[in-house]
C-alpha cells in the first residue's frame, strides 16, 4: 500500500494543478454527499480532491473525486459498490485508513509546557501536544489566556461531545471539570495540572459561503504565562506558500508540505455499531522529500504553521488525525475569531533581551528549531485500527 500511496504523489506532484472554480465546485460535490456517501459505504473512511485517477492501472491526469476505502476488494453484506462518479465527476478509488493521532507511549519531559510538549487529560490515559498559545482580546473574558489542542486529547469521551452541525450548538464546559497536566500522566507520574478545558468544540463549522468545515479542538484556560510578554499572529493564506511546519509531543519538529482543503474523513465511534463521526474541509499534509515523518500517534493537538520564504511563521490549523497517505489538519480561524481569541506567540524574559535586529519571525523559528523533540520520541508497536 505504500509503494502505491508514493507513486500516487508523484503523479499528483507532476500533474497540471486544478483550477479554483473546478476546486469549488468539486469541494461542494464532497459537502453535498459526504455524509450519504458515509451512510451508505461503511468502507469508505475519506473524500478528497485529485488531479490524478488510476483507471485499468493507466494513469490520467484529469480532476476526480477520490474515495478512501479500508479495503477495495471488501463489498460489505448488503451494500452496493463504490460509485463510478459523484455529482457528474469521475471517481478514484484508493486504500487507505484514519486514526487519531492520540498516543500511549512514554516520555520524561518534565519543563514548563512548550509547544508540541506533552499533556493529556485527567480522565483518559492517552497523550497529545501543546498546539497554539492564545490570550483573549477581551480582559473580563472567561477565556483568559492559555492553549490549544484537539478536543479528543482534552476529553474524556469525547464522542459524547461530537455534534455533526455545530451551527448554533457549542459546549459550554465552564460547570464541568476536565483538568489538563503535563506531562500526561502516561508519560508521567509527576505530571503536573496545568489548565483546565474551558471549551470544546467537535464537529463541523460554517468556513464561508455554504461550507462546512470540521474541527477538533479544545480551548484549555491556563497561567502557565499569563505575564509573558506577547505578540498577536496572523492566520496564514494561501499566498504564503505550501510550505508547512509544526512541533509534536512524539515527533518533534517536522517539515510537510500543504495540498489542499477539501479533505473529509469518517472516524468510527464503535465499528459494530456503525456510528462515526466525519469532518469535511480539512487541510491535508503530506510529508516532505528528505524529511522524516510530518506526523505520528501524539503529535494531535500540534499547531501546525506555514513557512514563508522570509521564514516567518504564521499559524494554519490543529493536526488531529492521519492516514497512510497524508495528515489531517482542521481549520481554527474562524472559530478563533468567533471566540473573540488571538494566537500569540510567547516569549522568555531570555528572549526579551534579545538584539531586536533579529525577527521576530526568526526568533520563532529558531525556537521550534531548538526543540526539535520536546518530549522523545521512543519506539513501538500500534495497531491501527479505524
Request: proline content about 4%; some cysteine.
Amino acid at each position: 500500500m505504500l509503494d502505491k500511496i508514493e507513486t500516487l504523489k508523484f503523479y499528483e506532484e507532476k500533474a497540471p494543478a486544478i483550477d479554483a472554480p473546478t476546486i469549488k465546485e468539486l469541494k461542494k460535490i464532497i459537502q453535498e454527499h459526504g455524509e450519504k456517501i458515509y451512510a451508505r459505504y461503511s468502507n469508505v473512511v475519506g473524500l478528497k480532491i485529485s488531479n490524478v485517477r488510476c483507471v485499468g492501472g493507466i494513469k490520467k491526469d484529469e480532476p476526480c473525486i477520490v474515495l478512501y476505502c479500508l479495503d477495495k476488494t471488501l463489498l460489505p453484506f448488503g451494500e452496493n459498490p463504490l460509485p463510478d462518479s459523484l455529482g457528474g465527476w469521475p471517481c478514484d478509488i484508493r486504500e487507505d485508513i484514519v486514526v487519531l493521532g492520540q498516543c500511549l507511549s512514554n516520555c520524561t519531559n518534565q519543563s514548563l509546557p512548550e509547544l508540541g510538549c506533552s499533556i493529556g487529560s485527567s480522565t483518559t490515559g492517552g497523550s497529545g501536544s501543546v498546539g497554539f498559545y492564545y490570550k483573549s482580546q477581551i480582559t473580563s473574558d472567561r477565556f483568559k489566556c492559555g492553549f490549544l489542542t484537539a478536543s479528543h486529547v482534552a476529553l474524556g469521551l469525547f464522542e459524547d461531545f461530537y455534534n455533526a452541525s455545530l451551527l448554533s450548538r457549542y459546549f459550554d464546559l465552564r460547570h464541568m471539570t476536565f483538568s489538563i497536566y503535563h506531562p500526561s500522566r502516561e508519560d508521567s507520574k509527576s505530571g503536573k495540572k496545568i489548565g483546565k478545558v474551558v471549551a470544546s468544540y467537535l464537529g463541523n463549522i460554517p468556513s464561508g459561503s455554504s461550507d462546512q468545515s470540521g474541527l477538533d479542538i479544545a480551548v484549555v484556560e491556563s497561567n502557565v504565562f499569563a505575564e509573558k510578554e506577547t505578540e498577536t499572529l496572523s492566520f496564514a493564506n494561501w499566498m504564503d506558500g505550501n510550505n508547512v511546519i509544526k512541533t509534536g509531543r512524539t515527533t518533534g519538529t517536522t517539515h510537510g508540505r500543504l495540498i489542499l482543503d477539501s479533505l473529509s474523513i469518517r472516524i468510527y465511534k464503535s465499528f459494530a455499531a456503525k456510528e462515526y463521526m466525519f469532518f469535511y474541509n480539512c487541510f491535508e499534509v503530506i510529508d516532505k522529500k528528505g524529511f522524516k515523518a510530518f506526523f505520528e500517534p501524539g503529535d494531535s493537538g500540534a499547531g501546525v504553521f506555514v513557512e514563508k520564504e522570509n521564514g516567518t511563521l504564521k499559524p494554519l490549523g490543529i493536526a488531529f488525525a492521519y492516514m497512510n497517505s497524508q495528515t489531517v489538519v482542521c481549520k481554527i480561524d474562524a472559530i478563533v475569531k468567533e471566540l473573540k481569541l488571538a494566537i500569540v506567540n510567547k516569549q522568555s524574559r531570555e528572549e526579551e533581551k534579545m538584539d531586536y535586529s533579529i525577527t521576530n519571525s526568526t526568533r520563532r523559528k529558531r525556537k521550534l528549531e531548538e526543540r526539535m523533540n520536546p518530549c522523545p520520541a521512543r519506539m513501538y508497536s500500534y495497531a491501527r485500527v479505524p
